[in-house]
């Protein structure tokens, strides 16, 4: 018979064998799934929910409390007290230690600087958010207060408009959130690292914050981006825009952008200042990196670096040498320097316990929700307040009809605990309103005051009754919160610190100065594989290599240094470096442009050039039998942009195009067995890349346009016969002396 098996938990408990499992006899078995079920999950989730994750007030846990017990302490429009006396008191509420709250306190402060509005008015070194070795002082020889603009945060927060949990020891009650009237969460940057998940949420103009919640609030399907413009650092800088970028930010809370430095050329001394940095970076991140790149040669152009910040603010200065260019050393030291950073976002908040990621629209309706919510309760905490002080009233009014009785009864009431029963019996009033009427003192039983105070009960049924009409309607709660977030702004509201960088403003000079300058000679086939190859490698070999059915199409001598634009049969002009290219050799197919400049599928190459300085314009050939003549800096960008589209026109089929150096005369041919020639003199250059051109030569129906090119490069004998007086026209027939060989045909 087979043995029974054990249950499963029974296996799963059973003490293990100290002679197999080589353990001590008193040590058990555990599962690793119930290991972190039992340990590790309470300890994640106390990190996500109570630590490092910022609630929809804009704070967490330890910023609250060390914010409330500085609240309770008076701090808000009074004396400074020492940092440890607020440390301290804080222990009360925050079990993490003094020096976890004091720093908590440094990042909050003026003093530091990490925050656009600080909330704490410090006094002494607390540091600096753009330095990292500038260490702040102890706790005992700094001092700090709440700063006015925290008023916000606990406006009328003993009016029931939030939450109270007993803290760790139940010996106190804390706020479970503070009941912020602007959205903070969007103003305060903050960051967290938690179990699994982190967050990161950047700063924005508190007036622009306000100015959005306004329009949101007004009209919930209104553009952010019109108001909110970007993110804004207390260091300042400059924000690269991307609205692309920036949407997606807004949309779903994820994405990043770019910050720069902002600096400045001393011309007289021949060096740059650099005064604000991004709010990722230090200057002491920055000099090393600079010290890096000097001392490996990458940097030749900086004589020496130091740091001179003062009371004054941030300055890094930068010797240059003589004939050093301030601009395209400064280029290249945002590339290869933290002088431009990205900042990357991610709008993790707990909602209700919960982390959510969420765009700022998802923000602004959550916060909308919570706050409205927190006017309703603190509406229905007056109201409540204001009728009990009716009903008060109610009963003195009902005195007033007869004070002589109301004393006799007391007067003549023998014990005390019979006074308050006597006078409801008396007057047909309640225990409450009994009560104070008991209460009152004997100088004010007069009719004067009576009559004085009676007289509030219609205008307090009145205000009664707006404030039940304001808890019952959600538009009149919105106006109550677009006043409090318009007061806000006029009160606290500051100009931006982070400028904006427009894409057609932003100057991105390529790193000439790190790709070798060498001559080069490139080659173009017929199918679109390129090759650059060195003068020295050409004359090794010259045998070009191609793939079956494929030929020579276009041939160049230039720098390794200029630039390709390879236009497509799509209209779109694709742009790349001749150094992002490999030197290769005459025996190789080399690349195939359309993979290595990705193009769209099923997109092929009709024409490329090299630019060099950019000065000429390129002639277009169209199959209808116009000409349009483009500035070659019409393709010239500021920017890395690898395509352009609208490249040249789309209205007829590209034939060939030509690089005009100097203008020169043409000859165009036609499928008809016709051929004029012009000069290009007669065509206007355009400065608009799709330009329709002018029409050159009138064609019959069924024919167009077969070829253009030079006339040096022809074998026409009789060009007189072709030259054109004015354009348009339908040209000459050619004739058999002026055929060549061979017509000519488009390679």
């Known amino acids: 018979m087979a043995k ?69 302490m008076k701090l808000l429009g009074g004396a400074r007290t020492k940092s440890a006396n607020i440390v301290g008191q804080t222990m009360k509420l925050n079990p993490h230690g003094d020096a976890a709250i004091y720093d908590t306190m440094v990042r909050l402060s003026r003093g530091y600087g990490a925050l656009l509005h600080p909330l704490v008015d410090s006094k002494g070194n607390f540091g600096k958010v753009y330095s990292r ?30 939450d109270f949990t007993p803290n760790y020891d139940g010996s106190l009650m804390e706020p479970t959130l503070l009941p912020t009237t602007f959205p903070n969460l969007l103003v305060s940057s903050n960051m967290g690292i938690a179990v699994g998940m982190a967050s990161n949420i950047c700063g924005f103009n508190l007036g622009e914050v306000c100015d959005t919640t306004v329009a949101y609030l007004k ?23 991307d609205a692309d970028e920036l949407a997606a930010i807004y949309r779903t809370g994820r994405g990043s952008f770019k910050v720069r430095a902002k600096w400045r050329y001393v011309k007289d001394e021949n060096l740059i200042e650099i005064y604000e940095i991004p709010y990722s970076t230090t200057a002491e991140a920055i000099m090393d990196k600079v010290a890096e790149l000097v001392k490996t040669g990458k940097l030749r152009e900086i004589a020496d670096m130091r740091d001179e910040t003062d009371l004054n603010g941030l300055k890094l200065t930068i010797d240059l040498k003589r004939g050093t260019d301030p601009d395209k050393l400064m280029q290249k030291l945002y590339r290869m320097t933290p002088l431009r950073d990205s900042f990357s976002c991610n709008f993790n908040i707990l909602i209700a316990g919960m982390p959510r990621v969420m765009g700022v629209g998802e923000i602004l309706e959550e916060w909308t929700a919570w706050r409205m919510e927190g006017v309703r309760r603190r509406t229905y905490f007056v109201l409540k307040k204001r009728e009990e002080k009716l009903h008060l009233l109610q009963g003195l009014q009902k005195i007033l009809l007869d004070i002589d009785r109301a004393i006799r009864i007391i007067r003549e009431t023998e014990e005390d605990a019979e006074v308050v029963p006597n006078l409801m019996i008396g007057f047909g009033i309640d225990q409450v309103q009994a009560e104070y009427v008991a ?12 009559l004085r105070r009676t007289e509030e009960t219609s205008s307090l049924e009145d205000e009664i009754a707006d404030l039940r009409d304001l808890v019952n309607d959600p538009g009149r709660i919105k106006q109550v919160i677009i006043g409090e977030l318009e007061a806000v702004k006029k009160k606290y509201a500051q100009p931006r610190r982070t400028g904006i960088v427009y894409e057609h403003e932003s100057e991105t000079a390529e790193p000439e100065a790190d790709v070798p300058d060498y001559p080069v000679h490139i080659f173009l086939s017929r199918e679109g594989y390129f ?39 799509r209209q779109q002009c694709y742009k ?12 190789v197919l080399g690349d195939y442009l359309p993979t290595k400049l990705g193009f769209d599928e099923g997109e092929s190459p009709l024409w490329a050039v090299v630019t060099g300085d ?9 199959e209808n039998g116009k000409a349009a003549r483009v500035e070659l800096s019409a393709y010239q960008t500021q920017t890395k942009r690898k395509k352009l589209t609208g490249a040249y026109s789309d209205k007829s089929p590209l034939v060939t195009a030509l690089l005009l150096k100097e203008d020169l005369e043409m000859a165009v041919t036609s499928t008809e067995g016709r051929c004029l ?54 040209g000459a027939l050619l004739k058999e002396e002026d055929r060549g060989e061979e017509q000519m045909t488009l390679l």
Request: hydrophobic share 40%; proline share 8%.
């Open 614 to 622: 950019f000065a000429g314009h390129i002639l277009f050939f169209f």
């Open 576 to 587: 790349a470096w001749l150094s992002d290219f490999d030197d290769a050799k005459a025996s």
């Open 133 to 162: 070795d500038m260490a702040w002082a102890a706790s005992r020889y700094t001092e700090a207060r709440l700063d006015p603009i925290c008023a916000e945060l606990f406006r009328d927060i003993d009016q029931d408009t939030v």
């Open 4 to 72: 029974k098996k054990k249950p499963d938990d029974e296996v799963k408990h059973r003490p293990a064998d100290p002679n197999v499992m080589g353990l001590h006899p008193e040590v058990l078995e555990q599962p690793i799934t119930e290991t972190l079920e039992i340990n590790y999950m309470p300890y994640a989730m106390s990190v996500i929910v109570s630590r490092a994750i910022p609630e929809i007030d804009g704070f967490k846990p330890s910023h609250r409390k060390l914010l409330y017990t500085m609240y309770t």
């Open 439 to 450: 209460d009152i003192r004997l100088r004010n039983i007069n009719k004067e005051y009576i």
């Open 677 to 730: 020639i012009f000069h290009t003199a007669s065509l206007a250059p355009k400065s608009t890349r799709a330009t329709q051109g002018v029409n050159v030569m009138t064609l019959k129906p069924k024919y167009q346009v077969a070829d253009a090119r030079p006339l040096a490069d022809t074998p026409i004998v009789n060009a007189a016969r072709y030259r054109a007086r004015s354009l348009p026209v339908a």
């Open 531 to 569: 090759k650059k190859i060195t003068p020295a490698s050409l004359r090794m070999s010259s045998e070009q290599k191609y793939k079956e059915g494929d030929g020579p199409f276009l041939q160049w001598e230039g720098s390794n240094r200029d630039e390709l634009l390879v236009f497509t049969d």
């Open 219 to 241: 009209n919930p399907g209104h553009d952010l981006m019109s108001t909110l413009k970007a993110p804004d650092f207390p260091t300042g800088g400059e924000l690269l825009y």
